[in-house]
């Protein structure tokens, strides 16, 4: 059964730093890309980013480019999201998300919350 | 303001049919294929529809999905009240390289 296990929210000031980090389990982790998506309070989905299986080839939406970075240790089967430059629009719920091929994401995470906030 | 345009809301009566529209174009829906998601509040999304229209193995055939164009369409009949939630669309965009989702639409069962 595959399952994705998020941590590393928690509460930063603006302008500082956190890490995420998502536990997978039940499949072959390298063999798939896996995605960040995160949910802000009262809106929808938003796509954050994503890693190819190998990590080479990596891909963000723009209101995090420069800002935030996509890794993975397929050795510790754990992806990564390195945020940092924080800022309070960034308040979200953080999902990972495996990838079934085709940027069709078939397993979710419960979701971690981040909180930016002075 | 989505890259991808669905209805902010859809109602219908328990049992009856519903349909979701998801309006893209040619970098996005055009040439990629959609899918569809349902999300309850705190809980994890579901994916719904894969490639188009095809359904994920638990996922019933009450539930179906099209694609004709920059448009697709995510269709639920014999509606029960388990199905109120919040319904999403998404594909990749070509020009941007990325995922996009529609702003979601919330289904309530009258």
Not at chain 1, 7 to 17: L, N, W
Request: hydrophobic content about 30%; proline content about 4%; charged content about 15%.
């Amino acid at each position: 059964q595959v399952q994705l296990v998020e941590s590393g929210g928690g509460v930063a000031r603006p302008g500082r730093s956190l890490r995420l980090s998502c536990k997978g389990s039940g499949f072959p982790f390298s063999a798939f890309g896996l995605h960040w998506v995160r949910q802000a309070p009262g809106k929808g989905l938003e796509w954050v980013a994503v890693i190819s299986d190998d990590g080479s080839n990596k891909y963000y939406a723009d209101s995090v480019k420069g800002r935030f970075t996509i890794s993975r240790d397929n050795s510790k089967h754990t992806l990564y999201l390195q945020m940092n430059s924080l800022r309070s629009e960034d308040t979200a719920v953080y999902y990972c998300a495996k990838d079934m091929g085709y940027g069709e994401l078939d397993s979710w995470g419960q979701g971690t919350l981040v909180t930016v906030s002075s | 303001q989505s890259v991808l345009t669905q209805p902010p809301s859809v109602s219908a009566a328990p049992g009856q049919k519903v349909t979701i529209s998801c309006s893209g174009s040619s970098s996005n829906i055009g040439n990629n294929y959609v899918s569809w998601y349902q999300h309850l509040p705190g809980t994890a999304p579901k994916l719904l529809i894969y490639e188009n229209n095809r359904r994920p193995s638990g996922i019933p055939d009450r539930i179906s999905g099209s694609k004709s164009g920059t448009s697709a369409t995510l269709g639920i009949t014999g509606l029960q009240t388990g199905d109120e939630a919040d319904y999403y669309c998404a594909t990749w965009d070509t020009s941007l390289t990325a995922v996009v989702f529609g702003g979601g639409t919330k289904l309530t069962v009258l």
